[in-house]
């Protein structure tokens, strides 16, 4: 597994044979059990009277940590202990998120994540993950060898363009990087010997990061054109090189580059883009179980996108997907969609970006609108196309308006209504302002909005009756999606195992939790959502041929994933002869 330490079995019994010893088994976050270690562990691995006499279990470390972690004055103070924590010890760290997942998810992932990725520089303490760079990416084979993981399977990698919707952080994006790896680990259950953030440090165009002394990164702007794909196309090589059964996740790539750089290399190495593919499967799931609650289906819904960045589109390729699923042809399935950009609404001829010509309308569908311009507006595509459901991935604060929201409700009693921008200081709209605004128009006890947000939001009180708001998370979709490719070892990531995904996370919901009225499960839920995901995506896998792990069968596919799950848990140290590699 690395130069440190390997697994092994003896009878069926786990253990990790240990080729370090003293003050550098405790430094090792893979490695350090801290006051865990037997006291036979102690002895062998030359740890005696390093560590308090008391031998604890790691039930007891979890508990004290815990209340370490309560006792944490803010949200960014509670980032900082668990990542300190998880340079610490790797192991005792999952063992505390995977107990407190529900808790502790918006501290590692949105909206506290927002916060730590504007604030890295300042608040870096410990080194993880590979950066690679203009100035090192001639050494990158040298690089990855520098890595001592040996065999990475899933990798996310951010060039920090376009952070969930706080845009250019250079070289803080790393930290989106470490927390969705941090999901993949307790929420999919891959192992995080198996993990890799990267942070592709291209530069930034911001000067306030340029010109503060204190920021780590790369004080260039940005590459651009053939000197930015020839620095990742020497990443993925590397990568492939050294770890040939290795999965990309693109993460938060700006909208000029996302999907090119997803086209450019998704066959060369399996890969996908969360923002893209991740998102738009969370949203599809979402609104599959809305019309199941107002006892429709999505092929009935007339749908508003509202943003035509890399997550707007990404969304509407993926509802357009998903209507196709249901039999309508693509062009039925993209007349009735509405995608709305800064401009106005995005029209086949007029909206210059190719990479929106999947989703574009057709002139002719709005061609008898009543407009004052060439280019509807927001408000005149409301009512021009009365939707039933209306998404939001712009990142502008307060976008739906008082106005907005109305303007929707006029035509609906039960409208679907998606303020999806992280972190929550850029949603679009807060789900309480959301049905006061609706209960101004439609005044019936079986009129309200149905609701999901991309970052947590407290239940609504509503005349009586207590809704639940919905996270259309990624969280839900990439660990599951991405185990499953990571295990199946699939050469290429498709379309069709997106949208299995999607249908999956749609049928976990609506079987334990629509009667309740969510459309989407708890948090808490997270590890069962991924390994119902897990399954059902390794099954389609399985029947189109595209399982190339030998070992997987219709047979066994789904002792195979709870057997290749990995579980925080302290396995048995047996030192070793130092390695020699």
């Known amino acids: 597994m690395s130069p440190f330490f390997d697994a092994k079995s003896k009878n069926g019994e ?11 088994v405790l430094r090792l976050t893979a490695l350090n059990k801290g006051t865990a270690f037997s006291h036979e562990e102690r002895i062998e691995l030359g740890l005696e009277g390093l560590l308090p006499p008391v031998v604890l279990t790691l039930e007891h470390q979890v ?29 005792l760290y999952y063992a505390l998120i995977s107990e407190h997942l529900e808790e502790m998810m918006p501290i590692i992932y949105t909206p506290t994540v927002g916060k730590a990725v504007q604030k890295y520089s300042s608040m870096y303490r410990s080194p993880r993950g590979l950066t690679f760079t203009a100035e090192n990416i001639s050494r990158a084979d040298q690089i990855v060898n520098n890595y001592p993981w040996n065999d990475v399977r899933m990798i996310v990698a951010t060039d920090s363009s376009a952070i969930l919707g706080i845009g250019d952080q250079g070289h803080g994006g790393l930290a989106i990087c470490i927390g969705k790896m941090a999901l993949y680990t307790a ?19 911001r000067t306030d990061l340029t010109e503060d002394p204190g920021y780590l990164g790369v004080r260039d702007k940005r590459l651009t054109g053939k000197a930015y794909y020839d620095l990742l196309d020497s990443f993925v090589a590397a990568v492939h090189k050294r770890w040939p059964k290795a999965i990309i996740q693109w993460e938060d790539f700006a909208k000029d580059t996302a999907f090119a750089v997803l086209e450019r290399y998704r066959k060369q190495i399996p890969s996908f883009n969360d923002d893209i593919q991740g998102t738009g499967a969370v949203v599809l799931a979402g609104l599959l179980n809305a019309c199941k609650l107002k006892g429709e289906t999505l092929s009935q819904q007339r749908i508003v996108v509202v943003g035509a960045g ?38 086949e001829g ?23 311009g060439e280019i509807p507006s927001l408000l005149e595509v409301i009512h021009n196309v009365k939707p039933t459901a209306m998404l939001g991935l712009t990142g502008v ?24 921008s992280n972190p929550t200081s850029n949603v679009e709209a807060v789900p309480e302002d959301i049905f006061n605004w609706c209960s101004m128009i439609n005044t019936g006890a079986d009129a309200y909005p149905i609701i999901a947000s991309g970052s947590p939001f407290p239940d609504v009180d509503s005349r009586g009756k207590t809704h639940i708001i919905g996270q259309g998370n990624n969280a839900f979709i990439f660990p599951g999606l991405g185990f499953a490719c990571s295990l199946g070892e699939c050469e290429e990531i498709t379309e069709g195992m997106i949208i299995e995904s999607a249908h999956a996370l749609a049928n976990y919901t609506s079987k334990h939790h629509l009667e309740a009225g969510r459309i989407y499960p708890p948090i808490a839920e997270l590890q069962a959502v991924s390994q119902d995901i897990t399954e059902r995506v390794m099954r389609l896998m399985l029947d ?11 047979e066994n596919y789904i002792e195979k994933i709870a057997e290749n799950s990995w579980k925080p848990e302290y396995l048995p140290f047996v030192a070793a002869e130092k390695y020699e590699s």
């Open 350 to 372: 007029i909206s210059p970006d190719e990479y929106k010509k999947p989703i574009m309308q057709s002139p002719e569908n709005c061609a008898d609108w009543d407009t004052k």
């Open 544 to 554: 189109q041929g595209l399982v190339h792990n030998k070992e997987i069968t219709f």
């Open 187 to 205: 929420g999919g259950g891959l192992s995080p010997f198996n993990a890799l953030p990267v942070d592709l440090d291209v530069g930034t165009d």
């Open 14 to 24: 786990k253990y990790l044979e240990v080729y370090s010893r003293g003050i550098e």
């Open 63 to 91: 508990t004290r940590l815990h209340n370490g972690f309560t006792e944490q004055p803010d949200d960014l103070s509670k980032y900082q202990f668990l990542r300190a924590v998880q340079e610490r010890n790797e192991v």
């Open 397 to 420: 604060a307060g976008l739906f308006t008082e106005r907005v929201i109305q303007a929707v409700a006029e035509y609906n009693k039960n409208p679907i209504i998606f303020p999806l």
């Open 310 to 347: 890399a997550g707007g589109v990404g969304v509407s390729k993926v509802i357009q997907d998903g209507l196709v699923h249901e039999g309508l042809s693509r062009e039925q399935a993209r007349s009735q969609m509405f995608i709305v950009d800064e401009f106005g609404l995005v029209i």
